[in-house]
């Protein structure tokens, strides 16, 4: 059997009608940017998340960089970020002028262990991304509360976790503004590049908006130096056409990964843990394995699809050498780098290629 470590065969088939009509009414209607279908899907996922304002942008680590931006976070500040997460989030601390301060996760979650964030905080320090790894949410009661103690921003790296919940609530919610990536692999997939902003603060939001039309508040008027950053109408009205299933869509990734921890027994696999406070969305099932390189060969040489995220961590990558972490430093997050290996998960999974998979690990 082949089982592709993702798929969107099975989704891109239920709204192939959805999606042409989507691109037929931009087309029609002969406008690209900041238009009607931005407007509509902007209001649509702002009342999702439920947020009072969202902006769209080209994709998420520009969501992330405009969020900072508009906050004020600049040269000289530190932003601090998990030590596990993809690179984006902190090129997104690094692009504003700041510098990425690296909190390790828990090993069990993957996700930033709120109570190392208060050993690392310095009269420079301006502000917390925490990440919402993998679809689960981070726990953010801890962090609200550290940011309130030190007068710090929050700003939600969302990217994976579109519909996550924590205690009830949707993540994005929680900071002061929040960063989703629309790119096609996420739970929320635009056709291309894509992301958006989301905030509660009409001010932020106006400002990330200025700030992703060249700083301009309106035409060839230009308050701040900024960048070239929006929604196209053809990607908004795409993800307008998907934004009504995704609850759905999630609830079903959510059954595949039930079905992964309830049957993956093999003692040399570490399932992860999730705790009673978060409903995850499971943009990746990464499990933990000592003998990774070993796994993924034998899963491959069975014609399963797997991933590695991250098999570098950031503080070891050739770009961030000039932060001068030596190897050894962060050992939880080198940890996770050495043995995370990503089953299959998409929406359209069957049972038998789950039980395909679980009983592959299982015969490891």
Known sequence: M?????????MEKELDLDIRNAFERVFTRSWYIEGKEDEAFEAAFA?????????????????????????????????????NTYIATALAVTYVGATPVFVEPELETFLINPALIEDVITERTKAIMPVHLYGQACDMDAIMEIAKKY????????AQAHGATYKGKRVGSFGDAAGFSFYPGKNLGALGDAGAAVTNNKEIADKIRALGNYGSDYKYHHIYKGNNSRLDEMQAAFLSAKLPHLDRMNEERRRIAKKYSAGITNPKVIIPVVKDSCVPVWHIYGV??????????????????????????????????????????????EEISATELSLPMYYGMTDEEVQYVIDAINAF
């Not at 082949?2 to 099975?10: A, G």
């Not at 007068?151 to 969302?158: G, I, K, S």
Request: charged residues 20%; negative net charge; proline residues 6%.
């Open 2 to 10: 082949k089982i592709p470590f993702v798929s969107f065969l099975p």
């Open 47 to 83: 009342d999702y998340c439920g947020v009072d304002y969202c902006v769209g942008c080209g994709n998420g680590l520009d969501a992330l960089m405009l969020a900072l931006k508009a906050l004020g976070v600049g040269q000289g500040d530190e932003v601090i970020v998990p030590s």
């Open 151 to 158: 007068n710090l921003f929050v700003v939600e790296d969302c």
């Open 288 to 333: 933990r394995c000592a003998d990774r390189d070993a796994l993924e060969q034998f899963l491959n040489e069975k014609g399963i699809g797997t991933n590695k995220h991250y098999p570098i961590p950031m503080h070891m990558q050739e770009c961030y050498k000039d932060l001068g972490i030596a190897q050894g430093t962060l050992p939880i997050a």
